[in-house]
């Protein structure tokens, strides 16, 4: 069984972008001057790293003030109208470990696709630029280039690109059930599909195969691609997958995945509907889990 293309991509958190990107304004040091320069010019205001939503819940933005230095800001791109939209680099740093923004889970289902999709890459950006100060060729502080889409190192002039990791998310089928599993930093009952990193020199299919027999001891033949996500935290792109299962015996790497279950189209009704004594709590839904199993129970 195969879904891919089943779903719109707009209908999933921080997808449906209508910006363009402008790539030819970064490089061109003029044109990206006389673009900061712009009266149509904006800014788009974070809260740190979280959205920050004007009086009518659209993503707030300011003008460019003429205090405002370029060198601290990077070119998200151009509006539909073709003003210049640009996103502050400069955010407080923190040295404690990365959670996840109880405030994001609320605000991002609130805001239209093109506004998901405009603050899921702005976060990703900053996020990166606050993460990467130091060189990793040679450890040398770097500073911003090319509008923000790069960094420089002072000392060996070595460039750095902001980067994307991708992750696999996949829920494996037999006999009409699929495989679901908790991680062991979810909350009790929640469940979601199983995921990890491609690691180099895998193709997706057998990051699929390889992080099912990891983590659950299952094996899979057959994989077919679904849809993605850009998933700003930090950021990675989702793969959606769904694989067919060879074996069904679950034995769990218990350091990755706390529990782990094959579910039926009723048990899966149930949990997204919210039900009394449903088995699991659904993912949110700003998770393309949430869609791959809304999407498998349609099909």
Known sequence: MTLAGAIPAATIAFTGGTLDRADQLRVNPDRLAAAWADPRAAILLLDGLDPQLAEDGTLAMRAVAPDDALADHALLGLREDGAPLFVSLVVARSDAPPVFPPRVWEIVPQLSPADGALYGGARSLVDWHDRHPFCARCGAATHPVKGGWARQCGTCNAEHFPRTDPVVIMLAEQDKKVLIGRSPRFPAGRFSALAGFVEPGETIEEAVRRELWEETGVRVGQVDYLFSQPWPFPSQLMIA????????????????????????????????????????????????????LERWLGD
């Open 241 to 292: 997958c769904i694989a067919q299962a060879l074996t069904t015996e679950i034995v769990l790497d218990e350091q990755e995945i706390a529990e782990a279950m094959w579910v039926t189209r009723a048990d899966v009704r149930a949990a997204l509907a919210g039900k009394a004594g449903a088995r699991f709590l659904p993912p949110s839904t700003i998770a393309v889990a949430r869609h791959m």
